[in-house]
């Protein structure tokens, strides 16, 4: 780990935004944020040198907003400039002040067109480009590459440092608690499964979460989030091989290591596996023959 604060402390706040050694191009402000626990900010990102961009400033508090206003006016009374906000993807503790920020500076709002497709429906937040895989930001001497990474929203995006090959990795993985993968907000396992391993495969040094601190083997971090899913996964499997077909008999089963009351996010998680397995052919959902709207289905392992 290379910074003392966590998430979920509330720290006296530094008058710049905090930084590593490292890579002092690269700044760090926690913001309070209506986000899911343990955390209780979302970091808000400074990138670059003469040029800068922020990543998700996710506050719709107008305290914690002002913090990044203050953090931003400091920045640029040394000389530096802020040129636009990035999204990684739709959700509101990662986009709630983005506007406010966009208007105070007078600079666009650049996110996924998936993520544009998402927010189109809130008028008070414009998107003003789109971000596509294998765009370069270009931030004075320094340049970060933009992944699509989707699974946890359909329009996530990471970006890489290219000179310190860290990682923004908005809400791929924390560095406390886990992420959520939900279908009912687009989420998609098998394709998280895939983004989690596309990010493994970069060897990151460095990974910088939208919740908590940042962690400096960040290979190691996200391969513990792979191991975790395809574990979950494989109890999943497990439970289904034991006969149980619907989602209320394989909950207790595949979960049994979670306490009840989070079972509703923990049927998320399950929904999700279930569908990444009927996707990749391990599952099928066959109707359930004793319901007449033909609307529920049972589970069943194909091999």
């Excluded at 890489?160 to 396992?189: F, N, R, Y």
């Excluded at 574990?231 to 009840?260: F, S």
């Excluded at 998320?268 to 609307?295: K, M, W, Y």
Aim: charged residues 20%; contains cysteine; glycine residues 8%.
């Amino acid at each position: 780990m290379t910074e003392p604060a966590t998430a979920s402390s509330t720290p006296a706040r530094p008058e710049l935004p905090q930084t590593v050694a490292s890579a002092p191009w690269i700044r760090r402000i926690p913001l309070r944020s209506p986000t899911l626990p343990p955390a209780t900010h979302t970091n808000a990102y400074v990138l670059g040198e003469a040029e800068l961009v922020v990543v998700d400033p996710g506050s719709p508090w107008p305290d914690a907003q002002a913090e990044l206003v203050s953090a931003l006016r400091l920045l640029s009374s040394q000389g530096h400039k802020l040129s636009a906000v990035v999204l990684t993807h739709h959700h509101f503790d990662h986009v709630s002040g983005a506007m406010e920020l966009a208007d105070a500076f007078s600079v666009p709002v650049w996110a996924h067109e998936q993520t544009a497709r998402r927010l189109a429906g809130r008028p008070e937040l414009r998107i003003d480009q789109h971000l596509r895989e294998g765009d370069v930001l270009t931030l004075g001497p320094r340049r970060f590459s933009v992944l699509h990474t989707p699974g946890h929203a359909p329009g996530h995006l990471c970006l890489l440092d290219e000179e310190g090959g860290g990682v923004i990795a908005g809400d791929m993985v924390a560095s406390q608690g886990t992420i959520i993968v939900s279908p009912q907000d687009e989420g998609d396992m098998a394709l998280y499964l895939a983004s989690l391993r596309r990010l493994l495969g970069l060897g990151a040094q460095r990974i910088w979460p939208a919740h908590g601190i940042a962690v400096e083997e960040g290979d190691k971090l996200v391969g513990r989030y792979l191991e975790h899913r395809l574990l979950r996964e494989h109890k999943v499997v497990q439970a289904l091989a034991t006969g149980a077909e619907t989602l209320a008999t394989l909950l207790p089963l595949a979960y049994d290591d979670t306490p009840a009351a989070l079972y509703p996010l923990a049927q998320e998680s399950l929904l999700a596996h279930l569908l990444a397995l009927v996707t990749t052919g391990r599952v099928d959902a066959v109707p359930d023959a004793s319901d007449p709207s033909g609307t529920r289905y049972r589970l069943r392992l194909t091999r």
